[in-house]
Structure formats: C-alpha cells, structure tokens
C-alpha cells in the first residue's frame, strides 16, 4: 500500500507549542490512536502522523535500505542461456557493453538522486534539531511502516529501538533507517 511516517512525543509534552514546528517544516501534526502501537511504547507517549500528503512513498527516510541487487545475480546466468542459444561471443560482448553502459547510466542516476536525498535528509535534521532545541521536549521518536490497511489499525510489531543523540545524527543515518524500529532523536 503505502509508506508512513510517525512520530513519537513524550505525554508531558505540551502539543500546541510543538505544533508550529511540524508545520514550518511541512510536515503533518495530525494525533492517531494507534492502540497496537502505544501498548509498544514506554513510558507513554503521544502518537502523531507526519504526512502531510497522500502518504510518505519515496521518503528519503530509509532509501537506502531499497537496492535492488538482483541484476547482479542473474547476470552470468544469462550468458549462459546466450551461449545454449548459439549466441556467438561477439554478439554477447556487445550484450555485455550495453548492460555496462545501463550500469553507468543508473550509477549516475543513483548519485544524482542521492545528492537530492541529503538534501531532504537535511531538511529532517533541521526539523528534530528545531524540535528538540526548542525546549519543549528532550525527545523525538521517529517510525517508518509500509502500511497494508489504517494508519489507526495497522496491527505493527516494533521490531527494536534505536536511541540517536541530535549531535551525532547525519544524513545516512536516516536514509539508512530500517523499518518498524523506533529511532528515538535525543538533545543529549
């Protein structure tokens, strides 16, 4: 179905001063009751949704987690069928630069889109680096899902808990994301 982006704020945390942040960054501030999810959370925490759009598809949280390796793998699997067919080796060397040149077409591509991502990626440093030296809260749990059904009742396990201090945060550590693991973004 579709990528979403939750966040996690302390209870104690006076959501209508928090609020105006998410939205200069423009990102959504909407409150979800995700039961499933606030049983996982401890201590307590209120549970918001950062979409602002018709969902997170493409979000530069946990991209590089997406690679697909799969060309590499069948490759030599594929001259040998050329070679059964009676494909002669000039006919497969010219195959063999083609998918080459593919390759470097997709390297520079990737690289293109990467510089794109750690600029989104910037943007949500910017966002939870606001957040958490607003004062208003000391904390921030991010949580990437592939949704299969409601944002409400989509019955997610947490498969762990990461715990990242604001002053060693960087771009691949986002793009680097797994999902279902709550990544808690600390001021100290």
């Not at 549970?47 to 018709?54: A, M, S, V």
């Not at 598809?57 to 069928?81: A, I, M, P, R």
Request: net charge neutral; proline share 2%.
């Amino acid at each position: 179905m579709c990528h979403y982006i939750t966040a996690t704020l302390p209870d104690s945390v006076n959501l209508d001063l928090v609020a105006p942040i998410f939205e200069s960054h423009k990102l959504g501030f909407e409150l979800i009751a995700n039961r499933r999810i606030t049983e996982q959370i401890k201590p307590k925490a209120s549970y918001i949704l950062t979409t602002r759009g018709q969902c997170d598809c493409g979000t530069v949280l946990g991209s590089l987690n997406h690679s697909d390796n799969s060309e590499g793998v069948s490759f030599e699997h594929e001259l040998n069928k050329f070679r059964e067919r009676g494909w002669r080796e000039a006919k497969i060397q010219r195959w063999i630069e083609r998918k080459e040149r593919t390759k470097e077409r997709h390297l520079r591509e990737d690289e293109a889109r990467a510089k794109a991502d750690h600029r989104s990626a910037d943007q949500w440093i910017g966002f939870i680096s606001d957040l958490l030296k607003s004062g208003y809260t000391s904390r921030i749990g991010l949580l990437l899902h592939w949704y299969h059904g409601s944002v409400e009742s989509e019955q997610i396990q947490i498969q762990g808990k990461e715990k990242v201090k604001l002053a060693e945060l960087s771009p691949e550590q986002l793009m680097r994301m797994k999902e279902d693991v709550l990544y808690e973004f600390v001021a100290q």
